[in-house]
C-alpha cells in the first residue's frame, strides 16, 4: 500500500475511532455540552412545591411555532427529555383533579384554535417518542397568549397567591399559561406529615402539635391517632391522653374515649389543672372550675398556688365560707412575703375587716 493511500487509511481510522470514543463516553454519563441546557424551577403554593425540569431550546433566529414546533404534532415542551412537572400535594390543575406525583408534560399546539396540555404518567421519555395516549393523567385546552419575546424557553409563576399560581410555558413570543390551585388544609396536612416522617418520629412535642392541628381542623383523624399514639408511647401526660380522646370521638369511637379521659385525670400535674381550671374561670364557668383545683389540692396538699386558686373559684361560685378557709390554708403555705401580704389582705376582706 503506498505512503498517501496508508495515510489516508489511518486519518479514516483514527475518525472512526473517535467517533466511537465519543459515543462511548455518552452512553458512559459523562458530562454533554447541550445545545439546550437543563433547567429546574420550584413555586411553592401554600405548603405544596411544584417543580418542572426542562431543557430550554433557544429561538437563535428560527420560527417557532408551526416550524420548529409543528402545529398539529405533540411536542415535548422542552428539549432533550420530554418535560416533567412533579405536584408535592393533589392539585388542580385549571379545575380539574390531579394527584400529587410526577408527570411528563407535553403539549399539542394549533394554529387557529386552543392548544392541548398533557400531563402524562409517562416520565422518562426521549422527547415525546413512545408517548401513549392511555396513560395519560389528564388534558387541559389552554388558549396562547402573546408576550415579549423569550429566547431562551422557560417556565414562569405569575401571579402567586396563597393557595393557587398561573405557570406558563414561555418561549419566542408565545406563552401558554395553566392555573394550578391546592387545598390549603390538605397542604398543610400533606406538609405535616412529611415533616413528622422526615424528623418527627421521636420529637413528642412536633408529633402533639400536628396531633392538635388535626383534631381542630377535623382533618387526617387517622394519622393524628396515629401522631398522638408515638407521643404517648414515650409518655402519659394529662394532654396526650385527653387528645386521643378527643381523637376517638372524632372518630365516633366514644367508648375508647371514656377511660382515657378518666386516666388522663389520674396523670394531671398541678399545671395542667392550673391551666384547666384558669380557662373555666376566663369563661366564668366557677362552679365547673372548683373539682377541678379541688383535684389540684388534692393531689399537691402542699401547694398555696392549688389553694390559693382554689379559694378564688369557691368565692366567685358563692361559697364564702370555703374561701375562707382555703386562702388561710394559702396563706399558711405561702413561700414570700409578697404573697403573704396579699392573701392577708384579701382575708381582711373576706372577714369584712
Not at 65 to 77: E, I, M, N
Not at 183 to 202: N, Q, V, Y
Not at 314 to 337: C, H, I, M, R, V
Request: hydrophobic share 40%; proline share 5%; glycine share 8%.
Amino acid at each position: 500500500m503506498s505512503r498517501p493511500r496508508l495515510a489516508a487509511h489511518a486519518a479514516g481510522l483514527l475518525s472512526l475511532l473517535a467517533l466511537a470514543a465519543s459515543s462511548a463516553s455518552a452512553q458512559d454519563g459523562l458530562p454533554v455540552l447541550r445545545a439546550s441546557p437543563y433547567a429546574s424551577v420550584t413555586q411553592r403554593i401554600a405548603f405544596t412545591d411544584v417543580t418542572v425540569r426542562f431543557h430550554r431550546p433557544g429561538v437563535r433566529g428560527r420560527e417557532v411555532f408551526g416550524s420548529v414546533v409543528p402545529y398539529g404534532q405533540l411536542w415535548r415542551a422542552g428539549a432533550n427529555e420530554n418535560t416533567t412537572v412533579t405536584f408535592g400535594s393533589d392539585v388542580s390543575v385549571d379545575g380539574q383533579p390531579v394527584p400529587a406525583g410526577t408527570y411528563g408534560f407535553h403539549v399539542l399546539p394549533f394554529r387557529d384554535k386552543p392548544w392541548t396540555v398533557v400531563f402524562s404518567k409517562q416520565t422518562n421519555l426521549w422527547g415525546s417518542f413512545g408517548y401513549d395516549r392511555g396513560q395519560d393523567a389528564l388534558r387541559v385546552e389552554v388558549t396562547p397568549e402573546k408576550t415579549a419575546h423569550v429566547e431562551w424557553m422557560d417556565f414562569r409563576f405569575s401571579p402567586v397567591d396563597d393557595d393557587s399560581c398561573v405557570m406558563a410555558l414561555c418561549w419566542a413570543e408565545t406563552s401558554l399559561p395553566v392555573t394550578i390551585d391546592v387545598d390549603l388544609e390538605a397542604s398543610k396536612f400533606g406538609a405535616t406529615r412529611a415533616l413528622i416522617e422526615e424528623r418527627g418520629a421521636d420529637d413528642p412535642a412536633l408529633l402533639l402539635s400536628a396531633a392538635q392541628w388535626a383534631a381542630d381542623e377535623g382533618t387526617g383523624l387517622e394519622d393524628a391517632l396515629g401522631w398522638v399514639d408515638r407521643a404517648i408511647a414515650q409518655e402519659k401526660t394529662f394532654t396526650n391522653l385527653g387528645l386521643k380522646a378527643r381523637i376517638l370521638e372524632g372518630l365516633g369511637r366514644a367508648d375508647e374515649a371514656a377511660p382515657l379521659l378518666k386516666e388522663a385525670w389520674l396523670v394531671a400535674t398541678e399545671e395542667d389543672l392550673g391551666k384547666v381550671g384558669g380557662q373555666l374561670m376566663s369563661n366564668k364557668q366557677y362552679a365547673e372550675a372548683v373539682p377541678v383545683f379541688e383535684l389540684s389540692v388534692r393531689g399537691n396538699p402542699e401547694s398555696w398556688k392549688a389553694h390559693d386558686q382554689l379559694a378564688e373559684a369557691y368565692l366567685k361560685s358563692g361559697d364564702a365560707a370555703k374561701a375562707l378557709e382555703t386562702y388561710a390554708k394559702a396563706l399558711e403555705l405561702a413561700p414570700d412575703e409578697a404573697t403573704k401580704t396579699r392573701l392577708s389582705e384579701t382575708l381582711e376582706k373576706l372577714r369584712g375587716g
